[in-house]
């Protein structure tokens, strides 16, 4: 079909034909990734074929020492472009990107804290042996019981989401005798994805209180939260300010006038009540590169462009400078992670006259990877198992759900003979892929296997079984037994 390697018609602008359809770019295959003397792909030198053979596809594969890596990475960066400021550093892995004990062990050993959304998130931290001190908890609709189990086990902050969750809060930490360490939860008007941000005057999105009244005259909702805290001073121990202005952004100015507009803030609770608030998170959103079409800046790069604008916001200040703490997930997670499928039917359907589009259907999808359906999300793919010297074909890969729009990959360049059997691995598939998976269409829950920096391979996750998948219904009364009864006699 496509012999010359020119561009497809139905491709989008962006993908270019592989030169060599084998290599792994690395721009989204980081270092961990190799291909071995049998053109196999590795991860820290285990071929995916050996992973598919011991754990079965499809499969998450978590590369220990890329994750540890980028952990560090990370809180170096901000720690060294921030210390000339006199600006001390925390972060906080968002565990919600992926969460496991192992995770959050790899990210705690690395000197990070642990952000936490639910109760569910912080048993799950809790259980990882993480000081409670080392874990916030976030969310803008926390129950009572959330609050509680974080005011038990003595959680090292709770950002609060809404004068009522103030007011439930304080209660709480008075029946429990305690003063919960809070930071308030802001919107600065600040949204940012990708290399744009934008400044609006209101946010019109269900997280954090505004920095803008409602009517003019009035205090902001930020500020009546900072004076519910101070208030109620007596089970509160007010921190600090919190935002999170989105996520994949891959420029330094949305988080400096994120920054700008909390400290201005802060500024105006230290004129009003004489009390400076020592802590400032600005959040995650640190983007990473998916695809040829992403082109993420170094976090050092970010960090450094970040500290003059901070310099200029505190320069207008008398205040010491804060603490800052900012939360990364998906940039730690996703480029860590990949995930490993077997290929089963492949169709070829003409769109147009003349125009054919490759359908690779793979033994997951969207119950494995909802991020496609749900954000639009843009993934490729390589040909895993073996070196293909034929011409490449777009293809789009697809999983094996009952949708239309159940796409893993929506573009790519693939071998002209990939077949039933090959393996596809679909790199960065670290952060928000396990976290949102499913079990539609009654598909087990793949497991997550981790590669240590010795090539060992543990399965940190296990893969559910259809035992699992019956093991809540009610209605079935041995879900072990339940498809062993129908099974043939060996012959
Ligand atoms: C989701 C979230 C993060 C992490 O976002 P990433 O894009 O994964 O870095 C950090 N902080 C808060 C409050 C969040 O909701």
Redesign the pocket.
Known sequence: MSETFETHPLAPAWLAVPADPAELDPLVFTRQYTRDADGCVCVSGVPVTELARQHGTPSYVLDERTFRERARAFREAFEDALRPLGIEVAV?Y?S??LLTTAVVGWATEEGLNV?T?SGGELAVALAAGVDPARIAL?GNNKSAAELELALRVGVGRI?VDSLAEIELLSGLARDWGTRAPVMI?VTPGVHASTHEFIATAHEDQK?GLSLNPARDGEDSPALTAVAACLEASDALDLRGL?C?I????FAAEGFGQAAERVLALREAVAARWDVVLPEVDL?????VAYTAEDAPREVAAIAGDLAPLLAESLKASELPAPHLSF?????I??PSGCTVYTVGTVKTVTVAPGVQRRYISVDGGMSDNARPVLYDADYTAVLGNRVSHEAPVLSRVVGKHCESGDVVVKDVYLPGDVAAGDLLVVPVTG??CWALSSNYNWLPRPGIVSVAPDGATREIVRRETVTDLLARDTGVVDPAGAITAHARPAS
């Open positions: 906080y968002a919600k990107a952000d959304a976030h950002v939860r997280f919190h999170h989105g996520s994949q952004i959040g995650g959103g640190h983007g939360e990364p997930g998906r940039y997670a996703g952060a928000y």
